[in-house]
């Protein structure tokens, strides 16, 4: 089996990962908690599995790490519509703003 770790690091790369993990649960039938309705998960193709490890109560989580010193481009993904979706030991940012340094 295959599994891809993504790294986003920085406001672009945590803007655009937080966009590409809307769309890969778009994709595959993940709710934006993490659930799969259990309609989806009979004969349904586990190519999802690439992206996301399943935990033992059946919600998935995507294999990513959020990372930036600037705590508020992290906080858009810990607030957002996705919040549930990510587990909060996979952001890692400063704790205080570094901008206009």
């Given amino acids: 089996m295959r599994e891809i770790i993504s790294l986003h690091i920085g406001q672009a ?32 193709d586990d190519a999802y599995n ?3 490890s399943e935990t033992s109560s059946g919600k998935h989580v995507p294999r990513s ?3 930036d010193l600037e705590p508020t481009v992290v906080d858009e993904v810990r607030t957002g519509a996705y919040l549930q979706l990510f ?3 996979q952001f ?10």
Avoid at 14 to 39: K, R, V, Y
């Fill in 13 to 44: 790369g945590i803007q655009t990962g937080n966009a590409c993990w809307e769309l890969f649960c778009l994709e595959h039938g993940i709710q934006p908690d993490g659930c799969m309705p259990s309609d989806k998960t009979v004969g349904y």
């Fill in 65 to 67: 790490i959020y990372f």
């Fill in 50 to 52: 690439t992206f996301f």
């Fill in 92 to 101: 890692i940012s400063g704790k205080k703003a570094y901008a206009n340094n």
């Fill in 87 to 89: 587990h909060p030991d």
